[in-house]
């Protein structure tokens, strides 16, 4: 009997999963329904495979299912799926990994696919589908970020334990989390590919973060122009509230200077085009206080 390997949880991605696979016997016990080759594979009637209800990746674009429909119609399906007995249904199995594959291999019309067999409980059923399309890098990137979150809370991992069994840093970790809390209508512009996750990032300090996004889809700016259009933002909004010295007056900036030096102390104008304005006087410490006050108080 070949002994079972210890499971090491995180960090086991669809190649680790082949490389320690059990070769089943050739002979198929009453009630499973596949069959069985000479390389150890077990071929599968493809309506008794069944997605993965926590599948974390929810879009699957129709053109590259399309594509790959017309490969496997060609070579066949090459890489075999992952899968593991249904739950509720013993005749059945669930996907594991190959989602994608499935469905390309129902457009190609075959009648049955390439598995392999593993016996995953809930939890480890999801985390590996997480690290598997991860790994795979073919998530959209607000499926990424719901992925790591999944596997931060539901299976306890620290953003640094899931970078380094992803490979990623963890500020990428942290920066595709991030994304979660942007508005839902950007979160599915995302999800359409009609905005990036740079675009996205860079949304996160907008102030208006939905206005700037529908400008960028209609407008078709990168993330470049995204970027600068917040800094624009930024920056009238700065001056609006502190008016900046470049645009003083000469006359203004000698004021300045000359009542600093009557005084001792820094001072500031903000003198507005209607008339109005602000006279500003700093002081270093409660000395500094006192002598104004003196200084303000005389005759």
């Avoid at 593991?84 to 994608?100: D, L, S």
């Avoid at 991860?134 to 953003?159: C, K, M, W």
């Amino acid at each position: 009997m070949v002994k079972k390997r210890e499971r090491t949880g995180l960090g086991r991605g669809l190649s680790a999963l082949m490389a320690d696979i059990e070769l089943p016997s050739t002979a198929t016990s009453g009630n499973d329904p596949a069959t069985v080759n000479a390389r150890g594979l077990r071929y599968v009637a493809i309506e008794r495979i069944t997605p993965n209800p926590d599948q974390p990746r929810r879009h699957f674009a129709d053109t590259a299912l399309t594509e790959l429909a017309a490969s496997i119609r060609e070579k066949g399906i090459i890489q075999p799926l992952i899968v593991r007995p249904h739950p509720v249904n013993a005749q059945e199995f669930q996907i594991v990994a190959g989602e994608r594959r499935w469905r390309a291999a129902q457009q190609a019309q075959l009648h049955e696919l390439p598995v392999i067999v593993r016996d995953f409980n809930e939890t480890e059923l999801l985390e590996v589908a997480i690290i598997e399309n991860v790994q795979r890098a073919d998530l959209n990137p607000l499926e990424e970020a719901l992925g790591y979150r999944q596997l931060i809370e539901r299976f306890g991992h620290t953003q640094e334990r899931v970078a380094q069994a992803l490979g990623k840093s963890r500020s990428h970790i942290a920066n595709m989390m991030r994304l979660l809390a942007l508005p839902e209508e950007i979160q599915s512009l995302v999800r359409g590919g009609q905005l990036s996750a740079g675009h996205a990032r860079a949304l996160l300090t907008a102030q208006d973060p939905l206005l700037i996004a529908r400008q960028a889809v209609a407008n078709g700016w990168s993330v470049r122009d995204v970027e600068q259009k917040i800094k624009e933002g930024r920056a009238a909004r700065q001056q609006r509230s502190n008016p900046r010295t470049g645009d003083k007056d000469a006359d203004t900036i000698a004021l300045e200077r000359d009542l600093s030096a009557a005084i001792g102390m820094s001072v500031r104008i903000d003198h507005q085009p209607s008339g109005e304005g602000r006279l500003s006087i700093r002081y270093k410490d409660l000395q500094g206080l006192d002598d104004l006050i003196r200084l303000l108080s005389k005759n």
